[in-house]
Nanobody
Framework: QVHLVESGGGSAQAGGSLRLSCTGSGFSLDDYALGWFRQAPGKEREGVSC?????????TYSNSVKGRFTISRDNAKNTLYLQMNSLKPEDTAMYYC????????????????????WGQGTQVTVSL
């Protein structure tokens, strides 16, 4: 079975930092683009960031997190990361990692239908 498991969520104060991890099992993450998504209460799930397969590693970010969040991958550990700095209360959400069915991120909007494996989510709560 293939799985993605997120960890690293929790509570932080505004201006603080958290690092999320997403580890794959049952398959290699090397050959796929990987993404982070989030869903706040009462809102639709939205794309946060995407990173190309290991041969490229170029990344894209939503405007709301650009300059504050950094996506990265450690292929040896089969793990995806999201470093979140300068956190804001509006970053409060359930965060999900996912493996895309292709190698490359979209240059504009990530279509969630193109992601085939999803983690169970990890909660991030940011307070003033």
């Amino acid at each position: 079975q293939v799985h993605l498991v997120e960890s690293g969520g929790g509570s932080a104060q505004a201006g603080g930092s958290l690092r999320l991890s997403c580890t794959g099992s049952g398959f290699s993450l090397d050959d796929y683009a990987l993404g982070w998504f989030r869903q706040a209460p009462g809102k639709e799930r939205e794309g946060v960031s995407c990173i190309n397969w290991r041969g490229s590693n170029e990344a894209t970010y939503s405007n709301s997190v650009k300059g504050r969040f950094t996506i990265s991958r450690d292929n040896a550990k089969n793990t995806l990361y999201l470093q979140m700095n300068s956190l804001k209360p509006e970053d409060t959400a359930m965060y999900y990692c996912a493996s895309k069915s292709t190698q490359y991120c979209s240059p504009s909007h990530e279509s969630q239908s193109e992601y085939r494996v999803w983690g169970q989510g990890t909660q991030v709560t940011v307070s003033l």
